[in-house]
């Protein structure tokens, strides 16, 4: 099993932010995260990825748990941080390879995985131009290509496709599907026709706790569609 | 040559931040500002021709001062940049060791702080043209001024990763500098020996880096003094990864 994830809990100060949320993730599967702002997607993906420490419970990577030996299980996954934080006055290439670097590898290594993985993000010919000069789109492939650097199998994008242009959005999409076929994905998204569109799988997390997990087809055959299904199956902080 | 992987990380993130130092104006602005400073207080303040001496006693003893300023400014952006960038989260989602990223960006910061040293070499040239200095006495007070250059800079980077924002951290550094600084001059002496009597002023003073600066600025290698400093930083350094780490807990 690429990921295990069971009984995972996370409070802020009162706020219950993640309570209990379990599943599992095996290779070839694409699954989104659904909810409305606050649900808990960014929290349980943070804590996927090593950044937060549950509560309770525990997320296992190839049986490695990520509370326990966390920069084991940290060495097999790639993770996109919400709005893809960079630092603005480097280029690509130094970015890069600093990443590339931090996680252990040699310069020469390095060097070839950073070559790799902005062909594989086609960042082009922005590489060598300071991080803060280059566009949304731009700056959330060159997250992405950290992400995918030390080739990872379990890729943890969180919203990955947020403010970007169609066209932009239609590329990075493709690069979710290709990325997924020999890979275990998770991606946030609010974006229900990307669920359609590149998701095998939809799970839906209301107030820290999942309410559906089906493929988007299931969703669509139970509520009618995919919209129907959220606003049903979730209240988010609108509706309490 | 395979590196171990902790002092990899250490290596790239003190060649990405030393390469933010640069690529910024902060460095040269640091810099700048850092060696007017010494001149000023050197050369005014000091009076380093009217001593008549060829020494560098004038210079060396206007540094505990102004690094408490000039450093804490160096060391604010460290971790409280990395905090409100977001960019933090980046770094802590890679398998690196906690320790090796609190080194790497601390050492960076210390280089900014020796390259500035460095640079007043004029000084030590012009002591020389105009008479025959102890050398090896001004080379052990450099030396000694790096290391509490250390101590000031590791005080920076704990108030760093404690908050989001570079002013509150630069602020607190500052107090706190002043206050192991000031902890030897003999008006904070006199008004503790007060309450506490001479000895206990005495003991005061043993924790102050004036104290274990004045024997090294005068050359004299005091091995309690590196012990000193070298605990300081140690201790600052220490706190700065446990203040990172508590963040894992949310």
Known sequence: ?240 | MKKRPGLASMTAVYRRELLSYVTTPTAYVFIAVFLFAIGLFTFQVGGFFEARRADLTSFFSFHPWIFMVFLPAVAMRLWAEETRSGAIELLMTLPAPTWSLVLGKYLAAWTIAAVALVLTFPLWITVNFLGSPDNAAIFTAYLSSLLMAGAYIAIGTVMSALTAAQVIAFVLSVLVSFLLTALGLPLVLDFFSGFIGGAGAEAVARFSILHHFDAAQRGVVEFRSIFYFASLIALCLGFTALAVDARRGG
């Open chain 1, 1 to 240: 099993m690429l990921l295990q994830v069971d009984g995972l809990r996370k409070r802020f100060g009162r706020r219950q932010a993640v309570d209990g949320i379990g599943f599992s993730l095996d290779v070839g599967e694409i699954v989104g995260f659904l909810g409305p702002n606050g649900a808990g997607k960014t929290t349980t993906m943070r804590m996927i990825a090593g950044y937060l420490e549950p509560d309770e419970g525990t997320a296992k990577i190839f049986n490695i748990d990520v509370a326990q030996e966390r920069r084991r299980a940290q060495e097999r996954v790639g993770y996109l941080p919400e709005g893809a934080p960079l630092y603005g006055e480097m280029t690509p290439w130094t970015f890069l390879r600093f990443v590339a670097e931090t996680r252990g590898m040699s310069r020469e290594a390095a060097r070839h995985a950073v070559r790799r993985a902005a062909q594989d993000a086609r960042l082009g010919e922005t590489i060598d131009q300071p991080i803060e000069t280059l566009s949304k789109g731009y700056r959330r492939r060159v997250g992405l290509a950290a992400a995918l650097l030390h080739d990872p199998m379990l890729l943890i994008l969180d919203e990955p496709t947020d403010g970007l242009d169609p066209n932009q959005r239609h590329a990075v999409r493709d690069l979710i599907r290709k990325l997924g076929e020999e890979r275990g994905l998770i991606i946030s998204t609010h974006s229900l026709e990307e669920v359609e569109a590149v998701c095998t799988r939809a799970i839906v997390i209301d107030q820290g706790r999942i309410v559906a997990d089906k493929t988007p087809a299931a969703l669509i055959d139970e509520h009618g569609s995919l919209e129907r299904a959220f606003q049903t199956l979730t209240r988010g902080e609108e509706r309490v």
